[in-house]
């Protein structure tokens, strides 16, 4: 049975709305994945779903955002779909990004119109549960000001690239955890050529696993969201929309 999107006993008690949050256990590709994140979406703008956050991992790709140039591509396309890497167009703004397995991707899909997350912008909180998670790990990172995500002195640690459509928010942050950064090098990250890109990994002498920085990472979204988190399967989530897997 798919999850009731009442409240639970535990958010009646303290009067708090509850909110979706779906963990995939597994890298999920991009091609399939975006369309499914868009209609997701589009039923939460006709409020046939709660607000929702979608935890996960991408297998390996690089994502072109709607402000893509030739010229941010330092390898020939094709010569990166050879090394195992699909190149795919996307509905966010920004430039190209890589995603790939060790890369924690969070995608709140909410109404902005009623949500905390929204309060000071969803950027800024956005890049906040970034730095917040990374200083849980004993990383000072930081904001730079008109460069969306967060930095270290080493490079760029965390993405944020979003769009809003009906008042819903869709795509959003991706945090380098312990994932290949080689594939940045393939591009010119988000568009800033000679930016330089980090990890958790790299920036840390006993590296956490991805689990530990995504319980983390929940505690900070839960923290600013003010709600209570309902957990729900990929597969429930399915139920609720009533299609087929995205993953099969």
Known sequence: MAPSLQKSEHAAAVD????????????????????????????????????????????PVITCGLKTRAEDFLLDPEEIRNRGIAV????????????GPGQLILYPIVRLST????????????????????????IR??????????????????????????????????FN??????????????????EKVTSVAAESAAPPSLEEVQHCMLAHLDSMLGRVPQSATPAQLEEILGRRPVNG
């Open 88 to 99: 795919e167009r996307t509905s966010r703004g920004g430039g190209p990004t890589y995603h």
């Open 16 to 59: 708090r709305p509850v909110y979706l949050q779906v963990i995939y256990p597994e890298p999920q590709p991009y091609r399939r994945f975006l369309p499914f994140m868009e209609r997701l979406a589009a039923a939460r703008a006709a409020d046939q779903v709660t607000d929702t956050i979608l935890l996960l991992e991408h297998e």
């Open 115 to 138: 949500s905390p997350l929204a309060r000071d912008g969803l950027l800024a909180a956005l890049e906040e549960i970034a730095r917040r998670t990374a200083a849980d790990f004993g």
């Open 177 to 194: 955890v312990d994932c290949d950064l080689k594939p940045f090098s393939y591009i010119n990250p988000c568009g800033l050529a000679g």
């Open 141 to 174: 990172a930081f904001r730079r000001p008109g460069m969306p995500g967060i930095w270290t002195e080493r490079g760029k640690l965390a993405a944020v690239g979003y769009r809003i459509r009906r008042d819903v928010s869709f795509h959003g942050l991706s």
